[in-house]
């Protein structure tokens, strides 16, 4: 008897340049599925995310089958490297409670790509297992070539700096243990400040997440998402979806 077609979710048309991640949750699927957790992106076919379509595949068997999700990101922080230009537009937005997509100018200051390594909704296990695709590791070493510095961000307190650099060590994303990482100094400490701080001494060229949110604390506090609407255009433009790099701990509640 064959099994039934996996069930499927509408996605938004992609944006340009930029990689769309969807989740499901348990309330989206029927009682009991097993597919109830958070997908990443090894769970869903290129085919799938060029129709605008997610295709839930079992966990562990799914494959980026030859599609690359992070050449936009690190195509477009090359080129805002190479381009060189005395003032450049940061990812950093100037005003966000403006809810407009006007960005902070960088004068100076090292350029740096950060990168989430926060599951939407929680918190980086070191302990999970790594879900990345290869790719990634070249595209890092290409830039950390170029002088562009890579940081790592996390709502995990400072203390966890070396379970994290294991975990990114053990991933094959920072071999060296040279990149930056970005972790809460203090229990009211908040990424949004983390993120501030970071742009006051570096040109933050990109950001990169696995949720809206990643990119400013904004999206987490907005009542109306259409007010957001505007903010779309910075979609692979600065801040860029890619999967979730290493698994969830579990499916939310």
Known sequence: M????????ELPAPSTGAARIARLDRETLPPGDRYAQPLTLADVSPEALAAGVVQVAPRGTGSFGGYDPFT???DYADLAYVENEAVRPSAILRDPASLKPDRAECEGGEPL????????????DPAAPAVAAPALARHLERLRARRVTIAWISGHSAALAGEIRSALKDADLDGAGEDRLIL????EDRKQTRRRDLAASACVLAIAGDARSDFDELFEYVVNPASTAMLESLMGRGWFLIP???EPQG???
Request: charged share 20%; glycine share 6%; proline share 21%.
């Open 113 to 124: 790509v950060l990168i989430d390594l926060d599951p939407d909704g929680g918190l980086l």
């Open 244 to 246: 979730t790099l290493f």
């Open 251 to 253: 499916p939310r509640s």
């Open 72 to 74: 936009p990101l690190f």
């Open 184 to 187: 809460m100094r203090y229990p």
């Open 2 to 9: 064959a099994e039934p077609a996996p069930p499927t979710a």
